[in-house]
């Protein structure tokens, strides 16, 4: 992945990774049939575990160029894709 810093292009990648790439990382976990949407909740219904955060961490570090800091490895930033560009895509924004 390449370092993206605007926005909407952050959201759209996040949204291709939860839909796309993450659900080929884990052959144990039954897929959705409905998409996320960047207003999803991502710990309802079993979205997101916690490997899968894991994986989720990875792919915003890459797309940032910046690690997680380990205060924000909570729900309350991982909410929705939608709190993830807020808290992640602004914050690196001006680098």
């Known amino acids: ?3 993206i810093h605007d926005p909407d292009s952050f959201r759209a ?3 291709h990774f939860v839909n796309e790439v993450l659900p ?3 052959a144990n976990k039954p897929p959705h ?3 996320v949407q ?3 909740p991502l710990f309802e219904n079993n979205r997101l575990d916690s490997l899968s955060i894991l994986h989720l ?3 915003i570090e890459d797309l940032t160029g910046e690690a997680v800091p380990d205060a ?3 729900m309350k930033y991982f909410q929705n894709i939608e709190t993830i560009t807020a808290t992640f895509c ?3 924004a001006a680098s």
């Open 1 to 3: 992945m390449s370092l």
């Open 13 to 15: 990648a996040m949204l």
């Open 24 to 26: 080929t990382l884990d």
């Open 33 to 35: 049939s409905d998409a």
């Open 38 to 40: 960047a207003d999803t």
């Open 57 to 59: 961490i990875a792919a």
């Open 72 to 74: 924000k490895v909570t």
């Open 90 to 92: 602004h914050e690196h």
